[in-house]
């Protein structure tokens, strides 16, 4: 069994940062995907970034050039860097994981483990 455990959220002003926190608990072998989904009221959930197990970060585009994720394995913790905070950006973040090797990274269906999620709020 994984679960996962979000932190780091807050209010914010436009143009500031955030440090997103998942700390990773339970055994993820073999081929994955690790990542950040957002979802806003009345909006579907979407993905912001992933990290891939054979290689290679995917952003959405909304996002990139301010947004940094990344992984630290000894620690079993994945981050999410937000700097340049939009009023848009404001939603619950979640963390979710899934074993697979290929396809989307970004198709919230597809992810089997999910965080309980941490609100990000960016006031104009």
């Known amino acids: 069994q994984v679960q996962l455990v979000e932190s780091g959220g807050g209010s914010v002003q436009a143009g500031g940062s955030l440090r997103l926190s998942c700390v990773v608990s339970?055994?993820?072998?073999?081929?994955?995907?690790i990542g950040w989904f957002h979802q806003a009221p009345g909006k579907q959930r979407e993905g912001v970034a992933g990290?891939?197990?054979?290689?290679?970060?995917n952003y959405a585009d909304s996002v990139k050039g301010r947004f940094t994720i990344s992984l630290d394995n000894a620690k079993r913790t994945m981050y999410l860097q937000m700097n340049s905070l939009k009023p848009e950006d404001t939603a619950m973040y979640y963390c979710?994981?899934?074993?697979?090797?290929?396809?989307?990274?970004?198709?919230?269906?597809?992810?089997?483990?999910w965080g309980q999620g941490t609100q990000v709020t960016v006031s104009s």
């Open positions: 339970g055994s993820i072998y073999g081929h994955y995907y």
């Open positions: 979710a994981a899934v074993r697979k090797y290929g396809g989307r990274w970004d198709d919230p269906d597809d992810y089997n483990y």
């Open positions: 990290i891939r197990t054979e290689g290679g970060r």
